[in-house]
């Protein structure tokens, strides 16, 4: 969806710069600027490649077949060709934002922050497609036209699952999921390896998707409830003492997901210089 991708694009480029910590730890610390140093990785290409090949065509796809639904039953195909530009541009420009940040941070020791750039994303995301920017996000979504959101029930909802848009979702999901399933377990394997780290393929798959689809889609649900039920100042204030809380580096549940994932036994990376190529 056009209001997500933004997000998601961010989280995408994110993750696989924390799939890739090991690796850019031991990049040669040459002096240079924050974007020249993220672009001498060889995994700065390959997440282009990602985006470029993979996810955009998927954004557009669905906009074009799907306009309505895209955009969150907010427009339709008659959208602004600017507007439709800038969708493009965005979806390649966050990925790569995302992980210029997070290759900065792991340069300097800061793995976990990094880490954090990649769950912020995702709660984002989620956040906007369980409650959006009027409490419907997850009518929005389940509705396949307008005309199904503005009559939504549940049973909207159950027929939802068999509709060309959930459909359409399912075949793109057999190609994407696998693909950036595979770099992330593929690159933080090698990392392991190299360093003489034991990894087991299936912790760090469940670590990643763990924290993609129980985590933060546990916090976005919450967080939603939370500001239906008790107000958007209330709700937020709590949601906001419930994601500090979750999220803490040595008590908070999001911890063990970043350990499984990323392979750590504990917070901190020692800073680049330290291990010299």
């Not at 541009?89 to 750039?117: E, P």
């Not at 008590?251 to 680049?272: D, N």
Request: aromatic share 14%; proline share 4%.
């Amino acid at each position: 969806m056009v209001q997500v991708d933004v997000f998601w694009s961010y989280g995408i480029g994110a993750g696989l710069a924390v799939a890739a910590h090991r690796q850019i730890m031991k990049q040669k610390d040459v002096a240079r600027s924050l974007w020249e140093d993220a672009m001498q990785s060889p995994f700065f290409s390959k997440l282009l490649l990602f985006l470029g090949l993979v996810f955009v065509p998927s954004g557009f796809w669905l906009l074009w077949q799907f306009s309505s639904w895209e955009t969150m039953h907010a427009g339709d195909r008659n959208l602004p060709v600017w507007l439709v530009g800038l969708f493009a541009i965005t979806n390649v420009s966050q990925g790569v934002l995302g992980f210029v940040i997070c290759h900065h941070l792991i340069r300097r020791g800061k793995l976990y922050a990094a880490w954090l750039n990649f769950i912020a994303a995702y709660f984002g995301m989620f956040f906007i497609l369980v409650h959006g920017w009027d409490g419907k996000g997850y009518q929005r979504f389940f509705s396949p036209d307008r005309a199904a959101f503005e009559n939504w029930s549940w049973q909207t909802a159950g027929a939802w699952f068999t509709s060309d848009i959930a459909l359409t979702l399912y075949g793109m999901g057999v190609i994407l999921l696998p693909i950036l399933g595979g770099m992330t377990l593929s690159w933080i394997r090698e990392g392991a390896r190299e360093a003489g780290v034991r990894s087991n393929p299936m912790s760090i798959l469940g670590g990643f998707f763990g924290s993609v689809l129980i985590f933060t889609v546990g916090l976005a649900i919450v967080s939603s409830v939370a500001i239906i039920n008790l107000g958007p100042i209330v709700g937020t204030l709590l949601s906001f003492i419930l994601i500090l809380i979750t999220t803490h580096p040595r008590l908070g549940v999001g911890a063990w997901f970043y350990r499984t994932m990323t392979v750590e036994p504990s917070m901190q990376l020692a800073p680049a210089s330290a291990e010299p190529a």
